[in-house]
Each structure stands twice: as structure tokens, then as C-alpha cells.
């Protein structure tokens, strides 16, 4: 029977055109948007883990209270004898040590007295270990404008802004006034090394990068950091897996009566990347639902349409003693075949689409430059495994419902009038 | 005892007839400024993680010089500030470099105590810079206060109002209230161990608190003070911040 069916939608394309184009159209959108979505949401989660939260972070319970003001002061102490136990508690995981530092930025002039300073948002990295990841995992060689890498200690990356606005050149010597994890005054001279742009204002305000054994001595806090990142080897965030490891952690190392106990958190815990997750999921949730609405509702009218055209043929079908039921029935399974048609053709365009804009994104870095939120410059989506499936719901769905709606009129048939009928 | 002490100064009051507000902020300010001052205190800060002391040496002239060298501990040894006018400046010798502080830098915390640069830095007559009202009188330690409410006549003012409890006998503030201009405490300093120190009335031991800050406070301990002295001019340079 499908293989009759079939034919027939084959043979008779006004049965068929405008609904493969319809679901076709939809499911490309559906599967666009999903692509789209994910990709997105997916750079921004992983820029902020990448750059802040890691996919988990451990903190002084001290400091994660206060996390967003970066309070050294509450910084954890005996991070080596700390690293040494989570490499071997999770030797699946890369840990890393980050250092966090407000202050000021200053030129000096030939005096050695200020000729321009600005406020400074420092991370300090390992960035001068063979085996380090660190300059990689924040794409820093990527982001540098003029200049090279730090090289040794005692250099500096600096914001090209802020390079720019004092004429700052690479080789110039800069001094950062900062405070010590006891509070004392800290002033460390530094080599710019080069200027850097991350592209988004959070990232670019006043930044300064330095080599993470830089800012422990500038800031006194051999052997501590004021965060402890982990990142897993997949290299993306897993919220079952940081949510065990970090119950694994905080049962076995933090303590509610120590303010200065370690506490893990996971990268859905902070910066509200939980209510991200979840927004980007129900996202695609809204997407596929709008378009099975509206889909249906327009392949509905034109099984409508497809019903008056072909009320002739289930007259000739019914009187020919076919039942109602049946017709119904080889109605649904060409809606299926349909359906099936337009999604695959669906999927095969937005899924095409979904790789040339993760393949080329789109820069939004005039938009995002003033923002106050970690966004990446450039958007582009994503290519996942649900994207070959995901059209297929709305597709096959709506297509369906249209014909199940539209079908009903058959049985509103009254088989004593079809001959009368059939002689108009 | 304290209701005879009450009544003797209530008799004396009389006597005397009742100072306004402007006369009591003129008598403190008689008491706590000079022409110039040469201090050396000790600050012991009491942070979240333990104390820190730390000790230095002041030189002050009026409100508009100073020049404070850290003695004390060796990180903080070489240290210095020096603060002319409205501009201050910090000299470190492990960088051997000199930084001005201005703008929103002058309130954040000095070493991580409870007192920002600009505390350290004002050094105004309270009569230059408030307008008092009596609000009422109290007793704090045993002593007699009077209750002024400073409201801000000026538009630098530090804080933009302050509550005093002063000393009716000595003329000695023995607590404050400094507020933000939405009427916010910002911080509270209890003054005490006065002593009369070349003809005046001076609070040798200061505690101040953040309250926006945890921590138990910043004691503010004066070792020695000495008023009217001969100052060099030479101190109050940027030169002798590299001495």
C-alpha cells in the first residue's frame, strides 16, 4: 500500500508540491534555528568557562560569597598541596591555578612620576609552562593586536585601549599599584610584551595579563590563588559529571563551620549559566513548537484545499465500497510520506546552512563592544547530532495533524447522497 | 557617681551659659588641629585572616601638607605619601617609582585597614566643613557628651553627614557616625585613652570601622605626638618621597 501511495503522490504533484514545500520550509527554519541557538549559547558558555567559571571552580567558601568583588584577601592558601590532590582525585581533569587582581595601571613619565594610569582588571595565568594550556584555552596568541606573547617573567599584556590612550608601545615599562592578599600596597613594574583584544568590553576594560608567578610575588601570595579551575578532557561542559565531582569534592574537602575551607562550584552555579542552560533548551523547545503550529495550520488549509479538490475521488472510493476508515488511513500515510519528503529535504538545507554559519560566523563585535555581559564577537552556530533529527518532529508532525484535521470531512460523507452527488 | 558628675556639670553650665554648636565645634577643633604635628602611630588592622601592625611616622602642616613614611613591617618599610593640597602621592621602593591617586582611588582602603586615603588625607576643621545642631546629651564611658549632628556646608566634604558624641568637660569627640550623602553609616570611630598633650585635650588611641567591611576595625594607636614643630620645607616635596 505505501508503494500505491507513494506513487500517487509522486504522480500527482498538486497532492503533493505545496506541502513538501511548506514542511520543507519549516523544518530548514526548525532546524536552522536549533543550530543556531545552541551555537550561541554554546560560545557564551564556554567563553565564560574558558575565561571565569571553568566547568568547575574551587573557591574559599569566604571568597565564593563575595566572588564577584575578587577579594584575595579570602583567597585559598596551599593550592600546590591542593593541585597535587585533585590530579589525583580526578586525574581526568585539567586543573589550573587563577589569580584575579583590581588596581591601577600607571605610566610613568621620564621622572618616573605618573603621566597616565586607568583602572586595571588583571587575570594572572600560567602562562610560562611548557605543559601550560592556558594561553590557548583564552585564545590570548589570537587576541594579540601588536606585540608578542609574554615570553619571561616580569612582562605584561596590556588592553590595546589602554596602550592606546596613553601611547603605550610594546617594550614600554608600565607599573601596577594593587593591593597585597593582607592588604599592604603592591606596586610591581612590568614590560608591556604586547596589547590584547578579547573584542568584548568585560573582557577589554583595563585588562592586564601576567604570568601567574608575577602576580604571587607582586601580590604576596606564594602558594595561594584566588581560584582553582577545572576543565574536563572532552573539553565541554558536562553538567552530570561537574555536579558529581563536585558532591565527590565538597564532601570529602569543604567544611560549612571553615570560612576558608575549599567549596567546589560547577559552571551552572555561577553567573547564572544554570538559567542559561536551561533558557537555550526551552529556546528550542519554543522554536519547534511555534513552527508544528504553524505549520499545521497551514497544511491543514491546504489538506483542506486538497480535500474539496479530491472530494470527487473519496466519493468514486467510497462508492466503490472503500471505507471511510481506510481512506482516512491512506490519507495519514501519505501525510507520513509527505512529511517524511519535506524533512529530509528540510533537515538536508538547515543542517547545510547550520555548517556554512559555523563555518563562517557572523560579527556582531560592533554590537557587543559596549556590553556589559561576557559575549563573544563573533555568533555562529553549531552542527550537533540533534539537528538531523530534530526537523523531523515538526515535519512529520504537523503534516499529520494537517491531514488528520482536514480528513475528517470524509466521514462527514453521507453515503446515501453519493450518486446524487457524483452525477453533479 | 555619674548623676553627681552630671548635676556638677549641669551647674557649671549654668554658670557658664550653654555653648552653641559652632562654639563646641570651635573648641574641638582647637583641641585636635594645629599649625603642624609630627606623629608616630601604630596600626594594627584586623582583617579576616588575622592582624597586621604597622608603623609610621606623620609630619603635617594644617590641612593641606603631610608626609607619612611607613617604618614598619619590612614590606611596608620605605613606603611613603605625601599629600599636598588636594593630591596625593605614593612612593615604593621596590619599584622605585611614584604614583599620583586621585579620583574614586582616594576611597579605597589604605594597607587594608578601615581608613581610606581620604581619611587619612582630611585633615579639615570640622567648623570649615559642617554646619552643627545640638541633637541632645548622653553619657559614653561615664562621660557627659553632647550629641551633634554635622551636616555638609561644602561640596567636598568626605562624608556627607556625621553624628558626634563630644566631651562636655574636654571638648574631645568620643565617638562618630560618618554617613554617605543617601544617609548610609559608612563607618564608626570611638576615640578614647585622652590625654592632655601640651595644653590640649588628644585621643591617643582611635578605632575605626568599616561597617561595609567585615573585620573587627582598624586601632589607630598614637606613640608619640608632637604639635607645632619645625618642619623642614624640604619634606613636603616629591624629592624627598626618593630620600
Same mark, same amino acid.
Given at each position: ?45 564556554? +567563553? ?5 567559571? =571553568? ?158 608567578? /608575577? ?90 484545499? =486538497?480535500?474539496?479538490?479530491?472530494? =470527487? ?55 557587543? /563592544? ?55 | ?112 585597614? /578601615? ?90 588611641? +582611635? ?37
Amino acid at each position: 500500500m505505501i508503494k500505491f501511495i507513494a506513487k500517487g503522490i509522486l504522480r500527482d504533484k498538486s497532492r503533493s508540491l505545496l506541502p513538501i514545500v511548506v514542511v520543507s520550509l519549516g523544518v530548514l527554519l526548525t532546524v536552522f534555528l536549533s543550530g543556531w541557538v545552541t551555537g550561541v549559547f554554546g560560545d557564551m558558555i564556554d +567563553m565564560n568557562a574558558r575565561f571565569t567559571t =571553568g566547568h568547575v571552580k574551587i573557591m574559599t567558601r569566604a571568597y565564593a560569597a563575595n566572588q564577584n568583588q575578587k577579594p584575595n584577601d579570602l583567597a585559598l592558601l596551599g593550592t600546590s598541596e591542593l593541585m597535587d590532590n585533585l590530579k589525583e582525585d580526578y586525574p581526568d581533569m585539567k586543573w589550573v591555578e587563577r589569580i584575579n587582581f583590581g588596581g591601577l595601571l600607571d605610566v610613568p613619565d621620564e621622572k618616573g612620576e605618573t603621566r597616565g594610569q586607568a583602572p586595571a582588571a588583571g587575570q594572572a595565568v600560567d602562562l610560562l609552562s611548557p605543559e601550560s594550556e592556558e594561553a590557548e584555552r583564552m585564545n590570548i596568541p589570537g587576541s594579540i593586536i601588536s606585540g608578542n606573547m609574554i615570553q619571561k617573567r616580569g612582562e605584561a599584556l596590556i588592553s590595546n585601549e589602554f596602550a592606546n590612550r596613553f601611547n603605550v608601545e610594546p617594550g614600554d615599562e608600565v607599573t601596577l599599584f594593587s593591593s597585597t592578599m593582607y592588604g599592604s600596597m603592591a606596586f610591581k613594574n612590568f614590560i608591556v610584551s604586547g596589547t590584547i583584544r578579547f573584542g568584548t568590553t568585560v573582557l577589554d576594560r583595563g585588562a592586564v595579563i601576567v604570568d601567574i608567578r /608575577d602576580a604571587r610575588e607582586a601580590l604576596n601570595m606564594e602558594d595561594a590563588a584566588g581560584e582553582i579551575l577545572g576543565y574536563f578532557q572532552e573539553d565541554k561542559y558536562l553538567q552530570e559529571k561537574a555536579a558529581a565531582v563536585k558532591a565527590s569534592f565538597n564532601r570529602k574537602y569543604s567544611n560549612e563551620a571553615d570560612e576558608f575551607s575549599p567549596v567546589m562550584l560547577t559552571l551552572g552555579d555561577q553567573e547564572g549559566l544554570d538559567e542559561m542552560l536551561a533558557y537555550s533548551e526551552s529556546v528550542i523547545g519554543i522554536v519547534i513548537f511555534i513552527f508544528v503550529f504553524a505549520m499545521s495550520l497551514v497544511l491543514w488549509n491546504t489538506g483542506l484545499l =486538497g480535500g474539496l479538490r479530491r472530494y =470527487g475521488e473519496f466519493g468514486v472510493r467510497l462508492a466503490l465500497g472503500e471505507e471511510k476508515k481506510h481512506i482516512y488511513k491512506t490519507l495519514i500515510y501519505e501525510a507520513v510520506i509527505i512529511g517524511f519528503i519535506g524533512s529530509l529535504l528540510g533537515t538536508a538545507l538547515g543542517v547545510s546552512l547550520a555548517w556554512y554559519l559555523q563555518e563562517h560566523p557572523v560579527s556582531f563585535g560592533a554590537m557587543t /563592544d559596549n556590553l556589559g555581559m561576557m559575549l563573544p564577537s563573533e555568533f555562529r552556530s553549531v552542527v550537533t547530532s540533534q539537528l538531523f533529527y530534530i526537523g523531523f518532529i515538526p515535519g512529520l508532525f504537523a503534516m499529520v495533524l494537517g491531514n488528520a484535521l482536514s480528513g475528517i470531512g470524509i466521514y462527514k460523507r453521507n453515503t446515501a447522497r453519493l450518486f446524487k452527488e457524483l452525477e453533479v | 557617681m555619674n548623676t553627681l558628675l552630671m548635676l556638677f556639670f549641669s551647674f557649671s553650665t549654668l554658670l557658664q551659659g550653654n555653648p552653641d554648636a559652632d562654639e563646641i565645634l570651635e573648641r574641638v577643633d582647637q583641641n585636635m588641629s594645629s599649625k603642624n604635628r609630627v606623629v608616630e602611630s601604630t596600626m594594627i588592622i584586623h582583617g579576616r585572616r588575622g592582624s597586621r601592625t604597622i608603623t609610621s611616622r606623620t609630619y603635617s602642616v594644617g590641612d593641606t601638607k603631610s608626609f607619612t613614611e611607613y617604618l614598619s613591617p619590612p614590606r611596608e618599610q620605605g613606603t611613603k605619601m605625601l599629600k599636598l593640597e588636594e593630591q596625593l602621592w605614593i612612593y615604593s621602593p621596590d619599584s622605585d617609582r611614584t604614583i599620583q591617586i586621585s579620583g574614586h582611588m582616594l576611597r579605597q582602603s589604605v594597607m587594608g585597614s /578601615d581608613l581610606s586615603y581620604e581619611d587619612m588625607m582630611d585633615d579639615r576643621k570640622l567648623q570649615e566643613v559642617y554646619n552643627a545642631e545640638i541633637t541632645g546629651e548622653t553619657s559614653i564611658e561615664g562621660r557627659i557628651c553632647y550629641q551633634l549632628q554635622l551636616n555638609a556646608k561644602v561640596d567636598d566634604a568626605s562624608y556627607e553627614s556625621r553624628k558626634l558624641w563630644i566631651d562636655k568637660e574636654r571638648y574631645i569627640p568620643l565617638k562618630q557616625e560618618l554617613y554617605a550623602k543617601g544617609g548610609q553609616l559608612l563607618k564608626r570611630i570611638t576615640l578614647s585613652e585622652i590625654e592632655r598633650i601640651e595644653g590640649r585635650w588628644f585621643p591617643m588611641k +582611635m578605632v575605626y570601622k568599616d561597617v561595609l567591611k567585615e573585620g573587627e576595625g582598624t586601632e589607630f594607636m598614637v606613640n608619640s605626638i608632637r604639635f607645632n614643630q619645625d618642619i623642614p620645607e624640604y619634606i613636603f616635596t616629591k624629592a624627598a618621597l626618593r630620600r
